[in-house]
Antibody
Framework: EVQLVESGGGVVQPGGSLRLSCGVS????????MHWVRQGPGRGLVWLSR?????TYADAVKGRFTISRDNAKNTVYLQLSSLTVEDTAVYYC????????????WGQGTLVTVSS | QSALTQPASVSGSPGQSITISCTGT?????????VSWFQQHPGKAPKLMIY???KWPSGVSNRFSGSKSGNTASLTISGLQADDEADYYC??????????FGGGTKLTVL
């Protein structure tokens, strides 16, 4: 079955770090652009980062978040650091199909709560 | 990377048509034919409804259609159904090789 499964969310204190994982199955990870998108409680979607042969980041997270992938483990990662309460959100892993913005496959999301 | 501008809410009666706008700049919506639209029901992951301005992913009803003029893209839903009630988001590729989403529009089916 083609799917994305995120994990690694939880409660973290301000200033802390967390690593999110996105396990992929049913397709070859190395053939696709992979993205992370988040959604704060009651708020809209925010694009964060993309990886393929290179990486790009939204200005809001550049320097604090790092995207990476391990094709052998079929996993994409998002390292979060210097977290603030504004980073509290559901984090989604998304596959980018051929084209730009063809975000057809989404994971179920993992909740990150930044709180003291 | 300012969010694209969408109306906060729209509404319509069953069977009617509604249009949701998505306004950006020449650095995003106006610069590329890479606008996508997503439907999100409460507690669910977003679902791709339109990509590259006006293309349908497999399995999406042709009651949903997309268009673009200048820096504004639009999603039109015809023959409104109760299940269309959801939040809708647009997104566009940008000149920074990033993506930007709109703030979202809540569609209410009266």
């Amino acid at each position: 079955e083609v799917q994305l499964v995120e994990s690694g969310g939880g409660v973290v204190q301000p200033g802390g770090s967390l690593r999110l994982s996105c396990g992929v199955s049913g397709f070859t990870l190395s053939s696709y652009w992979m993205h992370w998108v988040r959604q704060g409680p009651g708020r809209g979607l925010v694009w964060l980062s993309r990886i393929y042969d290179s990486t790009t980041y939204a200005d809001a997270v550049k320097g604090r978040f790092t995207i990476s992938r391990d094709n052998a483990k079929n996993t994409v990662y998002l390292q979060l650091s210097s977290l603030t309460v504004e980073d509290t959100a559901v984090y989604y892993c998304v596959r980018g199909d051929p084209g730009y913005g063809v975000f057809q496959l989404w994971g179920q999301g993992t909740l990150v709560t930044v709180s003291s | 990377q300012s969010a694209l501008t969408q109306p906060a809410s729209v509404s319509g009666s069953p069977g009617q048509s509604i249009t949701i706008s998505c306004t950006g700049t020449s650095s995003d919506v106006g610069g590329f034919d890479y606008v996508s639209w997503f439907q999100q029901h409460p507690g669910k992951a977003p679902k791709l409804m339109i990509y590259e301005v006006a293309k349908w992913p497999s399995g999406v009803s042709n009651r949903f259609s997309g268009s673009k003029s200048g820096n504004t893209a639009s999603l039109t839903i015809s023959g409104l159904q109760a299940d269309d009630e959801a939040d809708y988001y647009c997104t566009s590729f940008t000149t920074s090789s990033t993506w930007v989403f709109g703030g979202g529009t809540k569609l209410t089916v009266l």
